[in-house]
């Protein structure tokens, strides 16, 4: 038996490098470098993903129970503590995905896919409650190797262009 151990080929994300807005498309070269290996793919797909955090503080009160023991407490009127609760959320949302692979093929050389990713025209949920980072995800699946993944931060703008 003989078995082959494949290097996982390197892949590399290109775009210009510029302020996006919502309602534009993002033009994405995707290169993949074999290493002249022959690689058999099954499917590529390039997502925009947007990442959203923020924290949440909830402000409420509480009454300690009346009376402590001596009988002039169960006449008093108990103050209130306030208590706040703060909590961190991070949440992803995935804003667009194309198939840049759609027909199974196999490549020995480097090689080159062009994608058009669009910029939804809405922003993700919760976008205003703190802060928003968009990044494009290359996701390629490689039949009998390990799936390739790679990703690259991009810039969006929320705010409507000016």
């Known amino acids: 038996m003989v078995t082959r151990f494949f290097t996982t080929p390197r892949v590399r994300i290109t775009f210009d490098d510029r302020l996006y807005h919502l309602g534009e498309s ?3 070269t995707v290169t993949l470098a074999a ?3 022959i690689h058999h793919i099954r499917s590529g797909e390039v997502e925009l993903v947007a990442t ?3 924290s949440e503080t909830i402000v ?3 009454f300690p129970r009346a009376g402590g023991g ?3 407490s169960y006449y008093s009127v108990p103050r209130p503590r306030t208590l706040r609760t703060t909590s ?3 949440e992803e949302y995935t804003l667009a995905a194309v198939n840049f692979v ?3 093929m196999s490549i020995s050389d ?3 896919f062009t994608a058009k990713v669009p910029v939804t025209d809405d922003p993700p949920p919760n976008w205003q409650r703190g802060t928003t980072n968009h990044r494009l995800i290359v996701l390629m699946d490689l039949a009998g190797e390990k799936d390739v993944h790679a990703e690259r931060d991009v810039r969006v703008s929320i705010l409507p262009k000016a």
């Open 26 to 28: 993002i033009d994405v």
């Open 35 to 37: 290493s002249n290996e």
């Open 52 to 54: 959203v955090k923020y």
């Open 60 to 62: 409420s009160s509480e």
């Open 70 to 72: 001596t009988p002039s």
């Open 88 to 90: 961190q959320f991070e």
């Open 102 to 104: 759609t027909d199974e």
């Open 110 to 112: 480097d090689m080159e």
